[in-house]
């Protein structure tokens, strides 16, 4: 079938949508932009002046298209050298003015998601950041709009079990961040011990490929230690990453790593450090999320 005088014009009116829908199911830019792709190929086969709701109908193909990377994704983590982090999108100013998209892409949110079944996130994802009609929802995932139900009160009662008691705005976490860097820079050990949770965990990703601790660090002592040797390593820089205040790590200018925060509670609760390459491919530009 030709393609649809526009097809094009309607696809790239919500590109952005469906780009975030892929993110927020996949954690990777890359095969969410892949997953894009697929979603074009489809649509460019039908007609979609005939389509009745066209959001609707382009969100259920990039559901069904992440469905798949996702379940072999998974297979993919499995092998993965370390632990396995996002991949860290620079993101716009508008998405932290929307505390719930910000939060649901936030790092900390993504690994939660990370727990769930793919049904389970398509579900979460698409019913409580995108407020989709369970009937919407079950066309996407091949499931009645019933078991549709059981599901997202499973997996919403999944994420809320692990998620931060509390939704932290970004523009609250700037004053702990901003301070968090300060303490760092100058070597403020005591300053540094005051504003990290006893409990605070840093992960770093290297993917194998370049070093990073094997295993997430435990404690405010052992951070500080680790945030010492990063800071007499190179420079910290602000920037936005997946809504939230965070860090681009420089050596020599280079870019090395991403360090997006978690914090609750006025304090630190985790430091996610992707240092891998491959995930690194997108910091050159600001992405475009929306809901």
Do not use: C
């Not at 030709?2 to 993110?23: C, G, I, K, M, Q």
């Not at 009745?52 to 298209?65: E, F, G, K, P, S």
């Not at 379940?71 to 993919?76: Q, S």
């Not at 100058?186 to 540094?192: A, C």
């Amino acid at each position: 079938m030709a393609e649809s005088p526009d097809a094009t014009e309607v696809f790239l009116a919500h590109r952005n949508l469906l780009f975030t829908v892929a993110y927020e199911m996949l954690g990777s830019a890359a095969d969410a932009e892949d997953v894009l792709q697929e979603t074009w190929l489809r649509w460019v086969g039908v007609d979609s002046r005939e389509v009745r709701n066209q959001r609707a109908y382009l969100v259920r193909i990039t559901t069904r298209q992440a469905l798949g990377r996702l379940r072999a994704l998974g297979r993919r983590k499995e092998a993965y050298v370390g632990p396995w982090l996002p991949e860290p999108l620079l993101t716009a100013p508008d998405v932290a003015e929307d505390v719930e998209l910000a939060d649901s892409v936030s790092m900390a949110m993504l690994l939660v998601l990370e727990t769930l079944t793919p049904t389970e996130r398509a579900v979460f994802v698409l019913r409580e950041v995108f407020d989709l009609g369970y009937d919407e929802i079950a066309e996407a995932v091949d499931k009645s709009p019933a078991a549709v139900r059981q599901i997202a009160h499973r997996a919403r009662a999944h994420v809320a079990a692990r998620r931060p008691r509390e939704v932290v705005s970004p523009a609250e976490s700037r004053e702990v961040i901003d301070a968090f860097r300060r303490a760092v820079e100058t070597g403020d050990l005591q300053g540094l011990l005051d504003l990290l949770a006893p409990d605070v965990v840093l992960v770093g990703d290297g993917g194998g490929v370049v070093p990073a601790a094997p295993a997430p660090v435990v404690g405010a002592d052992a951070v500080a230690v680790v945030l010492g040797r990063i800071a007499a390593a190179g420079e910290l820089e602000n920037a936005q990453v997946n809504g939230y205040p965070a860090f681009l790590f420089r050596i020599g200018g280079e870019l090395d790593s991403v360090v997006a925060v978690r914090v609750d509670g006025g304090r630190v609760t985790g430091l996610y450090a992707v240092r891998n390459p491959a995930k690194l491919s997108h910091l050159d530009q600001t992405i475009a999320l929306t809901r």
